[in-house]
């Protein structure tokens, strides 16, 4: 059984919230907490998933449109601590931008995300889904984009 994602809603927001990330990721990556609370002050352009195997909450991540570039954003994307190394990344990631396909737009989309330039296994995660570094540095994170079609 492959991953699914699930809009956060007061059925399973407390869920996100006991998602952990492993040692050490915490400078990679925010926790659902404060991403919950973002998504909250930007309602009207963010989504946030879970993202499940089965009926259990594995992950995190969140989907929003940037109206001024414009673009979908995904922002701060993680699997688990007890889930990681199954794929589980790889997949949700595949699924985010299957919904963004679903969204209005033109022919093509620009879809950004922003990585820690130390955090090599979710750098090859993007790259190996067609995301290129623009050369965008802020701070120890670089800009990564993917141009998409819809589908039609």
Known sequence: ????LQKICEEN?????HLKLAEGQDRFVSHPI??????YVYYHQCTPFGIYHGDKMI???MVIY???VPEYD???MMIDESEQEHGYGTEAL???LDYIRTKPFGDSTRV???CNQENNCARKMYQNAGFRPTGVVDGDEEEYVLMISSEK
């Open 34 to 39: 404060r991403s919950l609370a973002q998504a």
């Open 13 to 17: 927001f407390l869920d996100a919230f």
């Open 74 to 76: 995904i922002w701060h």
């Open 1 to 4: 059984m492959g991953v699914t």
């Open 94 to 96: 595949q699924k985010v």
């Open 112 to 114: 950004a995300l922003t």
């Open 59 to 61: 992950g995190y991540v």
């Open 66 to 68: 940037d109206y001024d």
